[in-house]
């Protein structure tokens, strides 16, 4: 089945249409828009965004494909990030990513025992001054320590809705014509 | 006396300042009203060009100069791009901008439109910042409201809109052909040069690419006037106050406004509160994001040519050269984006050298060989290293490697990877020799590193 944006990202979608001379530069926003709303960017995805600006399905998976936050397998309704890179390292980065591990029952690029969490390591993210960074989702987690850290995670978990190992895909729940 | 100085920085502490109301009682809009209402566009360049701003960016490119670049046929649209995809090591100024005072940034691009005769402006946002994007939508949105964007900014007919653009996760996005590509809807990987982009940019237009921190400064400078803002600076030719940065190992972390041309000496142990353990002396600095090669704590100026530009340092240490783009270059090093990382004497230069390898190979578009496969050398030596597996040739082999790399790529990825690999083995060389004959300890991993997140030693 078709992929179609619920009305509301629809009217968004036709909004940042306007705002460029040429509709192909729409191409990652309206990526970014449709994964908001259907997790990841799946085959109908790439096609609806395609047609929308008016290129080859090869062409938006091309972008896709170099893109690390634009992504091509459905995943589990949380993404942990955790950066890696030199000023975080330098206070304890790696700490934090074994206690990650340890705790979700997973090593960077696979997903939680319960479902309801990635792991991925990031680069550099723009918070250096506040290392160790983790970012959730879309937001920021800086100066952690390993006690913050379980306590984030206990309440992001408590308030994810169980995962069914089957599904992992995520869904909200205003989500449009799904694929 | 602090060296702290409050201009771009002026609204940080001010609850709510991301608020236009709140931002408009502490200045916010005056700069860009006299500019558009009081100056001409020639007026608001020339004012530029005498501030002496070097991009923020990392290249330093004077601003003024850049600007002079235009131009743009009958007919041809210009466009203003601002560069906030920030991810270089060690930086994060332009975040702070962008989610304290997101009105200065938008005030900056309006100036700046009107200097370049843009009617357009999209500012290019790394998507992980999703405070920074809101805060600044939210900006526009308030100032397009207010009538400060439109068809008549200040009620002066000379339209102008500003759009945020999402990056979707990839550091060479931040290089500005690379941006523009990413901008158009492709794949990021960088144009060939020439064109620049002021001749052919964006939509294949002249535009000009610079930094949320070049353009942070703007309505400073039309208040100020372009000379004054200038002599805040303690270089000739390096003008204002600038964003610097500091991370790892010091007391004080963070972001602090000081003029151009402060030291290193000053940063570290001024701004940034000096050493985080007092037992561990300084070792090294990599002074402005991780492409810039790093300076030993020991490192002595040696100029003894009276013709040198270092000359006047001659003998002194390293860290009490002012920051500048040439001083810095004639260091062997480079000013990059300010963005200091400070390591104690209990790190491996060898694991540094691991840790920033994997970086760049993971971000290497891969359109140049000697990049795609040099950053991927460089990953396989230093992990063989780190493994305790190698080989006595290694050491010769990551200088090898890394001039191959340098001066035949098409964006300069590959040379700021390869002069700060040279820089460590350079003034690490002992480190690295004894790493490949005795493996590599992770001396990052010590008990005070656990301690710092509060894990049990
Ligand atoms: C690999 C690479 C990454 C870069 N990343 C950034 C960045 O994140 N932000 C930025 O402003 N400039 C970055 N630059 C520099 C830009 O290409 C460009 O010089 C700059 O945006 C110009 O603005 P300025 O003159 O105001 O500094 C990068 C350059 C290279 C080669
Ligand atoms: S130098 Fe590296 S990052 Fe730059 S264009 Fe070539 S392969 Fe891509
Ligand atoms: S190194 Fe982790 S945010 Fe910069």
């Not at chain 1, 990030?81 to 029952?105: F, M, N, P, Y």
């Not at chain 2, 005056?30 to 009081?38: G, I, S």
């Not at chain 2, 290019?124 to 439109?150: F, K, N, P, S, T």
Request: with cysteine; charged share 20%.
């Amino acid at each position: 089945m078709a992929f179609a944006l619920s009305p509301e990202r629809e009217q968004l979608a036709a909004q940042i249409l306007t705002r460029y001379p040429d509709p192909r530069a729409a191409c990652i926003p309206l990526l970014h828009l449709c994964q908001q709303q259907h997790g990841w960017c799946s085959p109908e995805v790439i096609d609806y965004v395609a047609r929308r600006i008016g290129v080859s399905t090869a062409h938006v998976l091309g972008v896709v494909t170099f893109y690390t936050s634009l992504f091509q397998k459905p995943h589990p309704p949380n993404v942990v990030w955790v950066c890696r890179t030199l000023s975080c390292d330098l206070r304890g980065a790696k700490v934090i990513q074994e206690h990650l591990e340890r705790r979700l029952g997973c090593r960077p690029g696979g997903r939680s025992k319960d479902g309801k969490f990635a792991l991925k390591k990031a680069e550099c993210l723009a918070a250096c001054g506040g290392a160790p960074v983790v970012q959730i989702n879309d937001r920021y987690y800086e100066n952690l320590t390993l006690a913050e850290l379980d306590r984030i995670l206990d309440e992001i978990a408590a308030r994810t809705a169980a995962v069914e190992p089957s599904e992992p895909r995520h869904q909200e729940p205003d989500a449009g014509g799904a694929a | 006396m602090t060296l702290e100085m409050r201009y771009l920085t002026a609204r940080y502490d001010v609850p709510d300042a991301h608020r236009l109301e709140v931002a408009e009682r502490h200045g916010a809009y005056a700069a860009a009203r006299k500019a558009l209402t009081q100056m001409t566009p020639e007026q608001i360049r020339e004012e530029v060009k005498a501030a002496h701003i070097r991009g923020r960016g990392g290249a330093g490119f004077p601003m003024g100069v850049k600007w002079g670049f235009l131009r743009p046929a009958p007919g041809q649209q210009v466009y203003l791009v601002v560069n906030a995809d920030e991810g270089e090591p060690g930086t994060f100024k332009d975040r702070s901008i962008m989610e304290r005072d997101p009105h200065r940034l938008v005030e900056g691009c309006i100036i700046a439109c009107r200097a370049i005769g843009a009617h357009r402006c999209w500012i290019y946002v790394r998507c992980e910042l999703a405070l920074a994007m809101q805060r600044l939508d939210e900006a526009i949105a308030a100032a397009r409201a207010r009538g400060y964007l439109g068809p008549r900014p200040f009620g002066v007919p000379h339209e102008i809109e500003i759009f945020t653009h999402p990056g979707a996760g990839a550091y060479i996005c931040g290089e500005e052909t690379a941006l523009l590509e990413s901008l158009e809807g492709r794949r990021g990987e960088p144009r060939l040069k020439p064109p620049f982009p002021a001749v052919r940019g964006a939509f294949g237009m002249p535009t000009i690419v610079n930094n949320v921190e070049s353009i942070a400064h703007l309505p400073d400078v039309i208040t100020m006037g372009g000379a004054a803002f200038a002599a805040l600076g303690r270089l000739p030719g390096e003008g204002g106050t600038r964003l610097y940065g500091v991370s790892g190992h010091v007391k004080k972390p963070g972001i602090y406004e000081a003029p151009s041309g402060i030291t290193l000496r000053e940063l570290i142990y001024d701004l940034g509160g000096g050493m985080l353990h007092e037992d561990r002396p300084l070792k090294a600095v990599i002074p402005g994001g991780s492409s810039t090669p790093l300076i030993p704590a020991s490192l002595v100026v040696h100029a003894p040519a009276p013709s040198h530009p270092l000359h006047a340092w001659h003998g002194k240490s390293a860290l009490d050269v002012p920051m500048g783009v040439e001083t810095f270059r004639a260091l062997g090093s480079m000013l990059g984006t300010c963005g200091a990382i400070v390591m104690d004497s209990s790190v491996s230069m060898v694991e540094v050298a691991r840790n920033l390898m994997r970086f760049y190979a993971h971000e290497s578009c891969g359109q140049c060989t000697p990049c795609r496969e040099g950053t991927g050398w460089l990953v396989d030596i230093m992990d063989r290293i780190c493994e305790g597996r190698g080989r006595p040739e290694d050491v010769a082999l990551l200088v090898d490697v890394s001039n191959d790399m340098m001066g035949n790529t098409i964006c300069a990825l590959a040379d700021g990877t390869a002069m700060p690999m040279l820089a460590l083995v350079k003034y690490f060389h002992e480190e690295f020799l004894e790493a490949v004959r005795g493996g590599a300890r992770d001396r990052r991993l010590d008990d005070s590193t656990r301690a710092l997140v509060g894990g049990a030693p």
